[in-house]
């Protein structure tokens, strides 16, 4: 397997890519957008590609599509060799289903059927499905509110003059720096759990804030706590949700600061002063 390392600032590295396919190349893979940096590349790129290597099949990993909102499924000039894989675990909060598709020419999806394995969905998926694909409302509600979670969060990292990256995902990664173990200790003692990404190529003292929904666009109101624990269980307690993605980070005497008020006393700030190279440390919960 060939790996092909984004460019500057993570843009997709189109050049490098077409440079590396020989006679041997059998598939292309692209997550769009990208996890952990939450960029995206535009569909024309991707038929660049698809164009560039019509004896192999390129699959397009559209796992956050619906916050990014784009996708290459409807583009007309999608060639045959052109596959897209969707899952239900994101914006659907379907992770624990195991359930998503594959998409592309019906003759190609034919072949692919022949060497699946049988059984890859299980039936309780299938049973659950139809009714998650009916309720598109909560669907459009949900990904609303991460999108305006996700702007809120950019803004204040902007603000406070960290490194981010702008996201199309449900999800952006910061540049913390050197506290970036500390800062991820820190919140996951206060049950917020966010992704150490600091072993990834170009992602040195990063880390990968989730941002969940405010609950604002699910009926115009917060959540009440019977919604807000069935939800924490559907997306396995991961993330930063509720009241703190509307809190997140904030701007708090210039030091980033993460807020969760989840019950009486569990209200806690934590700070780095000085910015991203400065030394973290939590104030009292209050
Ligand atoms: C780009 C990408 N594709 C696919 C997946 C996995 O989805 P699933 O839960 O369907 O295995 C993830 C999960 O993090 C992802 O980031």
């Not at 059998?26 to 569909?43: K, S």
């Not at 759990?193 to 609950?215: E, F, I, M, S």
């Not at 109101?221 to 807000?228: E, L, V």
Request: glycine share 10%.
């Amino acid at each position: 397997m060939v790996q092909v390392r984004s460019g500057d600032n993570f843009a997709f590295p189109l050049e490098d890519l077409l440079s590396q396919i020989s006679q041997r190349t059998r598939l292309i893979a692209v997550a769009n957008p990208n996890n952990p940096t939450g960029a995206a590349v535009a569909c024309e790129v991707l038929l660049q590609v698809a164009r560039a290597v019509p004896m192999a099949a390129v699959l397009v990993d559209e796992a956050y599509f619906e916050f990014h909102g784009e996708t290459i499924l409807k583009s007309p000039e999608r060639p045959l060799n052109l596959f897209v894989a969707r899952t239900f675990s994101k914006a659907y909060g379907l992770a624990g289903l195991r359930i998503g598709f594959l998409a592309g020419d019906a003759g190609q999806i034919k072949v692919v059927r022949r060497i699946a394995s049988p059984y890859n969905v299980n039936a309780f998926a299938l049973a659950a499905l139809p009714e998650a694909l009916r309720d598109q409302q909560y669907v459009e509600c949900y990904v609303a509110d991460v999108q305006r979670g996700r702007g809120v969060l950019e803004d204040e990292l902007k603000t406070l003059g960290l490194h981010y990256w702008p996201s199309r995902a449900n999800f952006v990664l910061v540049r913390v720096g050197t506290a970036h173990v500390e800062f991820i200790q820190a919140l996951r003692t206060r049950g917020i759990l966010v992704r150490a990404r600091h072993t990834d190529p170009g992602c040195d003292g990063c880390v990968r804030l989730t941002v969940r929904d405010t609950g604002v666009g699910l009926g115009g109101q917060n959540m009440d706590k019977s919604f807000d624990s069935f939800y924490t269980t559907k997306s396995g307690g991961m993330g930063i949700g509720l009241s703190v993605s509307r809190a997140i980070i904030e701007r708090h005497r210039g030091r980033l600061w993460a807020e969760h008020h989840d019950g009486p006393g569990a209200t806690f700030a934590f700070s780095i002063p000085g910015g991203p190279e400065g030394v973290a440390h939590e104030a009292p919960a209050t």
